[in-house]
């Protein structure tokens, strides 16, 4: 079974420009999340989707950045403009979740390989 | 609040070592999952293990086993017979379920531990 897919591996920018970073699920998995991973602050959760719609965007450091859902197999994180400080790695995850008790498959992110963003 | 952490930011073991990667939790939930995550050098986080708040038996899978005890807060990861394809990082993360239909847990993840395994 294919897993998370991300793409681009790596994107290399200069700032000010807009970044489109892009997601596909694994299929049947209902939540979406993307991440930041920096040495300064670890992993950190951005937004998050269920069913495709954003439940929690607390995590979006600013109105630069922007999350799209429009269908169960597909996600965007849209970075514009972008700024040297937005340079990390990006991960999407999406796990199969239910309410209540987890069974074995049920509430665990599997995570794409991830977007090394550098803006220059 | 949700905390992790992980105290040894890094270790090397000679091969064949066993060695063990600590991870202390905090949270208010009685109900909530336990995780590892490991990052090896090209960079992918991967899934090794989740284990529920309700369930201390340890679990052993190949070369690797963990133990969850809940009177000292603590899921530590033990790696037996050490090889250089355990060099990674390794991340111990918690969540809690939260109050609604979704069971969307976010996962609060420690700093991680640089294990190198030295041939």
């Known amino acids: 079974d294919a897993g998370v897919i991300q793409s681009p591996r790596h994107e290399v920018t200069e700032m000010g420009q807009e970044v489109t970073l892009r997601c596909k699920p694994i299929?049947?998995?209902?939540?979406l999340f993307w991440y930041r991973q920096t040495m300064m602050r670890g992993l950190e959760l951005l937004i998050y989707?269920?069913?495709?719609?954003?439940?929690?965007d607390s995590g979006m450091p600013e109105d630069r950045f922007s999350a799209k859902m429009p269908n169960a197999s597909f996600s965007t994180l849209k970075i514009q403009p972008s700024e040297p400080r937005d340079s990390a790695v990006y991960f999407c995850?999406?796990?199969?979740?239910?309410?209540?008790?987890?069974?074995?498959?049920?509430?665990?992110?599997?995570f794409g390989a991830g977007t090394r963003l550098s803006v220059l | 609040a949700q905390k992790v952490t992980q105290a040894q930011t890094e270790i090397s073991v000679v091969e064949k070592e066993d060695v063990t990667l600590d991870c202390v939790y905090e949270?208010?939930?009685?109900?909530?999952?336990l995780f590892w995550y490991k990052q090896p050098p090209s960079g992918e986080l991967v899934f090794l293990i989740r284990?529920?708040?309700?369930?201390?038996q340890n679990e052993i899978s190949g070369r690797y086993s963990w133990n969850f005890q809940k009177s000292t807060s603590s899921f530590n990861f033990t790696i037996t017979a050490s090889q250089v394809v355990d060099s990674a990082v390794y991340f111990c993360?918690?969540?809690?379920?939260?109050?609604?239909?979704?069971?969307?847990?976010?996962?609060?993840f420690g700093t991680g531990t640089r294990l190198t395994i030295i041939p």
């Open positions: 995850a999406s796990s199969l979740g239910v309410a209540g008790l987890a069974g074995v498959e049920e509430n665990i992110q599997y």
């Open positions: 299929s049947g998995h209902n939540s």
């Open positions: 989707f269920n069913n495709n719609v954003p439940i929690d």
């Open positions: 949270t208010r939930d009685t109900t909530y999952y």
């Open positions: 284990r529920n708040s309700f369930d201390e």
């Open positions: 993360a918690l969540s809690s379920p939260e109050i609604s239909n979704f069971g969307n847990e976010k996962l609060t």
